[in-house]
């Protein structure tokens, strides 16, 4: 039997975030949202996930939290993307983009196996535990995948970088995912100061086809909607404390 996560909250949020938000000075990215109470500006049913755009004076940080099982199983195999635009318009060739997580091969394999048992009944009643979950999760989601940052040429770097971009998850006893994203405000290159509105998108990625496990067991069968990509756009402006 899958896990069930109801949150009747969804319905009274809007699909998309309105406007700045101050990120809280307790801000701390551990996967978990103990800041903000478990509290989201929107939930968009396009990646069926609740999420909250905000910054503070250094930083612009993304908080989201997926609890359907299918959604959480496209993450932990595709990754989730935020892509941030310079301006409004959404054709910007140099858009900053971040990946996480990035788990390929085997260690994708192991970490989707270990998120389907815990999601659901196994014939032989052994289930993996929230702690036994997140520690597999930390052990093998160890990179970040970059692109349109000038001053950082690797595509993947580790959440332990000096460049101050860190990322991390966690799974809840419910199943339920939580990310937590923070990028440098000085590597999105925002016109006159960050003062006017840009784009983002963000993205549920589908299964790459070079995820495909090397040894151990495969992993469980692709939901249909694990074969595309799920996505929409936003817009948003730096609020000023």
């Known amino acids: 039997m ?11 949020l809007p699909g998309v975030q309105a406007g700045g938000l101050h990120a809280p000075a307790t801000i701390k990215i551990d996967g978990k949202t103990t800041e903000w109470d478990d509290k989201y500006q929107a939930y968009n049913k396009n990646i069926e996930a609740f999420y909250t ?3 503070d004076d250094d930083n ?3 908080t989201l939290k997926a609890t359907a099982h299918d959604v959480v199983d496209k993450i932990i195999r595709g990754g989730l993307t935020l892509i941030i635009n310079h301006t409004t318009k959404k ?8 990946t996480y997580p990035v788990l390929r091969n085997a260690d994708m394999s192991v970490v989707a196996n270990m998120f389907a048992r815990r999601s659901y009944k ?3 009643g052994i289930i993996a535990t929230e702690k036994d979950m997140n520690n597999l999760f930390e052990t093998k ?6 692109t349109g940052i000038k001053t950082i040429t ?6 332990y970088n000096e460049e101050g971009i860190k990322a991390a998850a966690q799974f809840d006893a419910k199943n339920a995912y939580t990310y937590e994203l923070a990028i440098p405000l000085k590597y999105l290159d925002l016109p006159n100061g960050g003062t006017e509105s840009f784009s983002y998108h963000i993205k549920a990625n589908e299964m790459p086809q070079t995820h495909v496990a090397t040894s151990g067991p495969p992993p469980p069968p692709v939901f249909v909607t694990q074969l595309a990509t799920t ?3 936003g817009e948003y402006t730096l609020s000023k404390k």
């Open 231 to 233: 996505d929409f756009w």
């Open 91 to 98: 054709n910007d060739p140099e858009a900053v983009s971040v």
């Open 2 to 12: 899958i896990l069930a996560v109801p949150f009747v909250h969804a319905q009274k």
């Open 122 to 124: 196994q014939e032989d």
């Open 154 to 159: 690797d595509k993947d770097i580790s959440i």
């Open 60 to 62: 612009l940080y993304l």
């Open 141 to 146: 989601s160890k990179l970040i995948a970059l």
């Open 53 to 55: 755009l905000s910054n």
